[in-house]
């Protein structure tokens, strides 16, 4: 059976690269009412050429919340457990940002511009309303909009090789989850070394949307000889680099700290933030689950639609599978999701419950092995 074919309309926001992106893509889905292409020639062969080469993505997707004012900073220290007391201009800082009951609402790279500027560079759900209610509710005194700012990325290992021809500032300078503001060809961007890949790249940042077509065309001129493609992210990647997915591998229904998310902040920052008291009990009493690597042998399996349920072995312990497909380069399946807290052992058997049969497999740490 064919999958529907996706209809364009208004209602979906327009990607200022979009006249480019869609051409050869053969599959796409709606993030952020905007359309993101997710295979171009396969999923498989995607992935390869992102380890190998150069590929050019459209993240229009990736769509900005910006916070400015005299209380910009302390709002968006408001909005997360991460410490950002001292990010500085031309930093990034990857944030979960959570709701009363610790519920993920969403995980942005926060793009410090000015001490009273910031851009929420989110995933997909609408932020913008809901940090629009908290500003106003608590009163603080600043102004949230969408500054219809767009991302375009370049991931792979021939990223730094590509952009370098068309910027003069040395890239060397630009330090990971740093970013720089700066032209190419008389275009404004802010360019910063961040990606959703685990092969390194940049995201730039595009405020004139008059100018998408161009800039691409400039970036696509500037990969000749570098065998670069149109791409998207990549499944079988981002499960391999442990990229978690939000509305996939969490939700409002989880917290940060039995998603893992806890790496990315300590409890106790000085700033108060909504959903302290709801992080802090779950903190001492420790998560029910956690968020694992799983390692399935044997055929491909299908990425699940929802989710797949789990049992661990020799308990009467249960989660689910959030994640999973195929490593075409580790030869077995790969999959990410949730185990009761005190099952989570490299090593540890788990059966998953596919809806074309039940596989088994094991918790695996983050090199993809068996044993920590």
Excluded at 305 to 313: G, I, K, M, N, W
């Amino acid at each position: 059976m064919s999958s529907p074919v996706l209809s364009l309309s208004r209602r979906l926001r327009k990607s200022p690269f979009e006249s480019r992106s869609h051409v050869g893509a053969k599959a796409a889905s709606v993030y952020n009412h905007v359309v993101l292409p997710t295979a171009y020639a396969s999923l498989e062969e995607d992935y390869w050429h992102l380890r190998e080469h150069v590929q050019i993505w459209d993240v229009a997707c990736q769509v900005q919340v910006q916070v400015q004012g005299p209380d910009a900073h302390k709002l968006v220290e408001y909005l997360t457990p991460r410490d950002l007391s001292k990010i500085v201009p031309g930093q990034c800082v990857y944030a979960p940002l959570i709701d009363e009951k610790a519920g993920i609402v969403n995980d942005p790279i926060i793009l410090c511009l000015a001490p009273d500027r910031f851009w929420l560079s989110i995933s997909d759900t609408d932020v913008l309303l809901w940090v629009k209610g908290l500003a106003i509710g608590a009163g603080f005194d600043v102004e949230v909009a969408d500054p219809n700012v767009f991302p375009v990325s370049l991931q792979g290992p021939q990223s730094e090789t590509l952009l370098s021809r068309l910027i003069a500032e040395p890239l060397s300078d630009i330090r990971f989850f740093r970013f720089i503001e700066t032209h190419i060809d008389g275009i404004p961007l802010v360019v910063a070394r961040t990606g959703w890949s685990g092969q390194g790249g940049f995201e730039l940042y595009l405020a004139d949307t008059n100018e998408g077509e161009r800039l691409w065309d400039l970036l696509v001129d500037a990969g000749e000889g570098l065998n670069l493609r149109s791409g998207c992210p990549n499944l079988i990647d981002r499960i391999e680099t442990g990229l978690l997915s939000h509305g996939n591998d969490m939700t409002l229904n989880n917290n940060p700290i039995e998603a893992g998310l806890d790496r990315f902040f300590k409890m106790g920052k000085a700033a108060d933030y909504l959903g302290r008291e709801a992080l802090e009990r779950i903190a001492s009493a420790g998560p029910d689950r956690r968020m694992v690597r799983m390692v399935v042998e044997g055929d491909a399996i299908a990425n699940p639609r929802e989710t797949y349920p789990l049992t661990v072995a020799d308990t009467q312990g249960c989660g689910c599978v959030t994640s999973i497909t195929f490593s075409p380069r580790l030869g077995f399946n790969v999959g990410l999701g949730y185990v009761p807290a005190d099952t989570t052992a490299a090593g540890t058997a788990i059966t998953i419950y596919t809806p074309t049969g039940t596989v088994t497999g094991h918790i695996a740490n983050n090199d993809w092995q068996t044993a920590d």
